[in-house]
């Protein structure tokens, strides 16, 4: 039987640790082997890359993480999806029947983007899904009290956003990203009672890492996948 199955993570185990686990993740009551996983190379842009065969262990063991994307999409069972993140917002979607999932890395140029409102669109596209049956999962990113830009920054940001039809509620030169992420997945007909926010701020609670509070490098890993058992 198939079924979606994902993790969204906190410092541990944390993605510096993987080159040092011996190929092999273990997160609640499943063991992922690394060659069955998938890593985006995560460049802040709107790439979604539809993962093949061919794609399996990308990122571990040598092998090249998959190049420009920041996001994912896999039909494949037992291929594992991850996102990395310290400030960014991880966004995961999948099909409940278990037929398709994806994992997004939705940080400030990915929201201003719209990566979300394209990997719905994709979905609905390539694998036919009806996106009021799709579910999604926000998860930890900063906030808005804690994400100060340029002016610059800002000016763009909001502007392009609200070109969109996006509202963007937040004190000058502060960004809100969880509150456009959310809206991108309305607006692409996900429907309310269908999307979970975590609501944790990576700048404010130290079970996180953050770039802006440490500038660590270290991230946290989310992760998704197909079940088939």
Not at 11 to 30: I, N, V
Not at 58 to 72: M, P, Q, S
Request: hydrophobic residues 35%; charged residues 25%; contains cysteine.
């Amino acid at each position: 039987m198939k079924k979606p199955w994902f993790y969204l993570g906190d410092k541990s185990p944390d993605y510096l640790s993987l080159f040092e686990g011996g190929g092999r993740l273990e997160l609640q009551d499943r063991q992922i082997d690394l060659d069955s996983a998938v890593l985006a190379e995560q460049v802040h842009g709107d790439h979604v890359h539809i993962c093949g065969e061919e794609d399996f262990g990308a990122g571990f063991e040598g092998r090249e993480k998959i190049t420009g994307a920041d996001g994912l999409i896999t039909a494949i069972p037992n291929q594992y999806l991850m996102i990395r993140t310290a400030d960014c917002y991880p966004v995961l979607i999948f099909d409940p029947e278990g037929g398709v999932v994806c994992a997004l890395h939705s940080g400030r140029e990915g929201t201003r983007l719209n990566i979300t409102g394209k990997a719905i669109n994709m979905l609905k596209e390539e694998f036919g899904c009806d996106p009021a049956k799709l579910c999604a999962y926000i998860g930890a990113g900063v906030c808005g009290e804690h994400y100060q830009v340029s002016e610059e920054l800002y000016e763009e940001f909001v502007a392009d956003v609200r070109a969109q039809g996006f509202a963007h509620r937040a004190p000058h030169r502060l960004l809100n990203l969880r509150m456009v992420v959310f809206q991108q997945l309305i607006n692409s007909g996900i429907t309310f009672y269908n999307i979970e926010n975590i609501q944790e701020c990576t700048f404010e609670n130290q079970s996180y890492f953050s770039y802006r509070r440490d500038k660590a490098n270290n991230r946290q890993i989310n992760i998704i996948g197909i079940i088939d058992e």
